[in-house]
């Protein structure tokens, strides 16, 4: 739960609309609900989508923080 809420306290920051592709699922990734049902593991393949005015500024963000490992090292 800890990885999924740091991304979601810092994603929040930004306007854009900001989608994580998993497989077979479209998740909200400002949704700490839809993270944590979507039960993505450490090492998994991801694809991280942002729209919106400050769009390169959040996809910068998802990327730097997804790729620490969100605090779960």
Known sequence: MRPAQILVTELGKYDSTITIL?????INAKSI??????????????EIR???ADEAEALSAAVRLVESGLGDL
Do not use: P, T
């Not at 998993?22 to 479209?26: A, I």
């Open 33 to 46: 609900m839809n993270l944590m049902a979507s039960c993505i593991r450490r090492d998994s393949n991801l």
């Open 22 to 26: 998993f497989g077979e699922k479209v």
């Open 50 to 52: 942002c729209e919106g």
